[in-house]
Every structure is written in C-alpha cells, then in structure tokens.
C-alpha cells in the first residue's frame, strides 16, 4: 500500500514537509489545501523537484474531506487556523501530523487534547528538534545515565529573524500566540522531555528590541517578542533555562543545549541552516560529553545525509520525524511519541512565559498531566 497525503498549508514548511515525505518509501503528496494561489504553485512545483507527481490543489478543508483522496493528513497552516481546523480534522478517522503550536492559546490545546481522547487515529504533534539528530544524541546520553541525575538544562537559540510568512501572520501575537508559544513551544517539549517532569514555575524577561519596527501591515505594526530569557521550575527539582535572541544570525552556532547532572554534563551545538549562511556550507553539528572525574571531555561531529538536509532547515529532523509517522500510519500499530497532550504542556509553558513577560510575574502552573 502506498501512503497518500495531504499537505494542509503549503507554505515555506509545507514545502519542507513535501520534500521530506518524497524521500519516503510508498509515500506521496497526493493533494495540498492551500488559498494563496502562489504558494500552491510553489508547493506544487516542490513537489515536481522532488520528483513526485503534481498534487491536486484544493482551496479548503472541506473539499479535501470530501475527496477521499488522503491516507493521512500533514496540517502546516498558521497557528491561528489548528484550533477550528481541528475539530473538522478530528472528526475523521485519518491519522493527523499537526504541524507546532497545537494552538496558540493554552485553553484552545487543552481542549483539542479533550476532543481527540476517543478517537482511533492517532495525532502526531510535530516537534521536530527532537529528532534533530545532535540533540537526539544527547537525548540518549541522558537516558543512558551519562551523567547522572539530571540538575540542570540551559537552551539557547541564537538566530535570524521571523521569515516572511503568507499575510505576514508570524508578525502578530494574536495569530501566533506569541514567541514564546510559536518558536519556543519547541524548546519547552524538549524541557519537558529531559526532565520527564512537569514545569510548575516560570519566569521570563523579554522584549521586541530591534525587529520589524519599519512594518507596518494594515496599520498594524508587529507586536512580537524578538528576545528573551526564560527559567522554568519543575516538579522534580531540575531548572532549566532559555535564552533566545532573533537577531544573532551571524552566530557560527544557532542552538547550543547543555544537560547537566550529578556526575557530568552534555552538549550539542547545531549551526543553522546552510541557505543562509555565507556560501551556503554546510557545517557539522558537535556533541561534547564532560565527565567530572575525568575532566577529559569528548567531541564528536554529528554528520548528517546531504539528502536530507538538502530537504528542509532542520538537519534532517523533519525525515526522522516523518520516518516515525509513516511506520505509525502504515503498521495501524503503536502511539505518536509526541501527543496532543504533550503539545498542550508545551503551548501552556510558552504561554505562560509570554504572560510572565508581560507582568513581570512569576507564574505558576497548574497541573494538568
């Protein structure tokens, strides 16, 4: 059987996931949903590049539903669109990977985690620093208790700006539920992921320092954080720390993850993405493994297939991801690694931090594991 899906939102990552899911064994893009006339051509043309024949466009859900013409569902629409759009998807019996945020509000996650809890077909939310394959590794080295007990976790992301985006929606808090839900939601699942633990505090200091003030979209000038620090508590004693700012993109590492614990310490540091980069080279991630009785650290470059990273921004995560997915939808078998609950924890920590931000308060958070 070959898988047929359905691309909902073909933009810049729409275009990422068609590339990917082309890399798949018994796997095409046999329809996108798509308004915008130019990104359906592009989405289109991706798809022909990738060698895969050219999906038929559809300009909403609704004619997608009633085409039968989809094994699985991919929704990559802006944030602001899940939440409605999901309570049609999840009235189907069609496996659903949704693109991060879950929604941009934590009561909208909360109650889509609700509306999915008797439901057959599975809901992948796509987080896919997971896979990346430098924090994999650490991931692992954690689990295979390297360095013991886990203390403490430092995140930090320093990179270009917000891409320009269809109708600019990236721009806005109220489309995307701000920075800290939009960008950082990834950040807080890998937190959540580490400690296996539930924040119960955050405090966060933030602003809009130097993007987008020459905008100006209908009157409305940009409203989104650009930079950030943020410390969240959990439940089992771990700390754990963000520090993201959106106008570093000439930073040789983009994201740098360090895992402390009792009897040492972890690190990856993954560049950014190579279009964007002088000459467009391609650099290796590193994993560096710091043991206290030895004081001898070890570095190791994390390589990566030039296909995959040729197929997205995100070093091969997003094929990772789908390879998960694909073995998920084909097998009918297993739970998606990262749930509707788990992209809930997640939207709740970076709403959260925006409202720490906002207040300057430190935030408490309910338990809702």
């Not at 991919?74 to 659903?96: E, G, R």
């Not at 693109?99 to 509000?105: C, D, G, Q, R, Y």
């Not at 570095?299 to 070093?315: Q, T």
Request: hydrophobic fraction near 40%; aromatic fraction near 8%.
């Amino acid at each position: 059987m070959t898988l047929r899906y359905a691309i909902i939102g073909a933009g810049m990552m729409g275009q990422e996931h068609i590339r990917n899911i082309a890399l798949l064994p018994d796997a095409y893009v046999s329809t996108i949903v798509e308004p915008n006339d130019e990104m359906a051509a592009k989405a289109v043309q991706t798809a022909i590049d990738a060698g895969i024949k050219a999906p038929e466009r559809y300009t909403d859900i609704d004619a997608l539903l009633q085409s039968d013409k989809a094994d699985a569902l991919i929704v990559v629409s802006p944030n602001d669109t899940h939440f409605d759009m999901m309570q049609k998807l999840l009235q189907t019996n069609l496996p659903i990977l949704l693109e991060k945020p879950s929604a941009t509000s934590a009561d909208h996650a909360w109650s889509l985690v609700k509306s999915a809890e008797n439901r057959a077909a599975p809901v992948w939310v796509a987080m896919e620093y997971r896979y990346m394959p430098p924090v994999a590794r650490i991931i692992d080295e954690v689990r295979n208790g390297t360095i013991g007990k886990t203390k403490m976790i430092s995140i930090v992301e320093h990179r270009f700006p917000f891409l320009n985006k269809v109708g600019a929606w990236n721009r806005f808090n109220a489309r995307t539920g701000g920075t800290m839900v939009e960008k950082c939601c990834h950040f807080f699942d890998l937190m959540r992921l580490i400690t296996g633990s539930e924040a119960v505090k955050v405090y966060g200091s933030g602003a809009q320092d130097v993007n987008f003030f020459d905008e100006n979209y209908d009157g409305q000038k940009p409203d989104i954080l650009d930079n950030a620090f943020v410390i969240v508590d959990f439940e089992n004693g771990v700390r754990a720390s963000l520090d993201l700012c959106m106008f570093a993109e000439g930073s040789y590492w983009q994201e740098q993850v360090s895992v402390v614990g009792d009897t040492g310490k972890v690190e990856a540091f993954v560049p950014g993405p190579s279009r964007f980069w002088p000459g467009g080279i391609e650099r290796a991630s590193e994993v560096i493994i710091s043991p206290r009785a030895e004081r001898a650290p070890t570095r190791s470059e994390i390589h990566v297939d030039e296909n995959l990273l040729a197929a997205g921004d995100h070093h091969g995560s997003t094929y990772f991801q789908h390879l998960k997915f694909f073995e998920l939808c084909k097998t009918k078998t297993g739970k998606p690694e990262v749930t509707l609950r788990d992209g809930a924890h997640a939207v709740a920590l970076g709403a959260a931090a925006e409202q720490s931000i906002r207040t300057g308060t430190v935030v408490h958070l309910e338990n809702r594991s």
